[in-house]
Structure formats: structure tokens, C-alpha cells
Nanobody, 120 residues
Framework: QVQLVESGGGLVQPGGSLRLSCAAS????????MNWYRQAPGKQRELVAG???????NYADSVKGRFTISRDNAKNTVYLQMNSLKPEDTAVYYC??????????????WGQGTQVTVSS
């Protein structure tokens, strides 16, 4: 059974940094795109950043220049380095991956989410 498990969330002061990690486990043949989404209270879930297997990246305008997405294909892990955090970055952050399990067709998988709170 494929699982995505996030870690690294927490409480940080404005201007601070956090690094999120998301590891995919289980019987996985290949992982295509890996993404980070977030959902703040009362708002829709939004794409924060994405990265292809080859390393091409894209970012929401609100986080460009502050967040960096990266991945380690050997570890089936994606990271989100978040710097210069603002209170408006407060949200539950979700990992998402398009992957091919060993015995199932390609699918879209989600982690359980990790809370990021930016507050003084």
C-alpha cells in the first residue's frame, strides 16, 4: 500500500524558516510530479509548488523567491524549504504525488497534511 507521510511542520515566528519533508513508501514503480498544496481555514486548497521527476519546478506567485521545492528520487522524497515566512503562510500543507504503484495503474496520492503556523 502506497503512503505519503509529511513531516516538519510547526510553529514559527514571522521571518523564520521551516523545512517540510514528504516520503513516499510502499511498492512504487515510479513517481512523476510531486507537489505541495496548502489549505488555510475557510479557503480552498491551493498549489504552492511542484517539481517534475526531471527537476523542473513551478511556484505560486505568493511564494516565489521565498520557498524552494526539491526532491530526492532515490529516496522517493520531496522537500519544501520555506524562508521568510509570513502569517498568511499559515495553513495545513499537503504533499501530493502522481505515481505508478507496482501492481496498480497510475494514480494521484495525498499525504495526511502537516500544520504550519506563522505567528509571533
Amino acid at each position: 500500500q502506497v503512503q505519503l507521510v509529511e513531516s516538519g511542520g510547526g510553529l514559527v515566528q514571522p521571518g523564520g524558516s521551516l523545512r517540510l519533508s514528504c516520503a513516499a513508501s510502499g511498492s512504487i514503480f515510479s513517481i512523476n510530479a510531486m507537489n505541495w498544496y496548502r489549505q488555510a481555514p475557510g479557503k480552498q486548497r491551493e498549489l504552492v509548488a511542484g517539481i517534475t521527476r526531471g527537476g523542473s519546478t513551478n511556484y505560486a506567485d505568493s511564494v516565489k523567491g521565498r520557498f524552494t521545492i526539491s526532491r530526492d528520487n532515490a529516496k522517493n522524497t520531496v522537500y519544501l524549504q520555506m524562508n521568510s515566512l509570513k502569517p498568511e503562510d499559515t495553513a495545513v500543507y499537503y504533499c501530493n504525488a502522481e505515481l505508478i504503484p507496482d501492481s496498480d495503474p497510475i494514480g494521484d496520492y495525498w499525504g495526511q497534511g502537516t500544520q504550519v503556523t506563522v505567528s509571533s
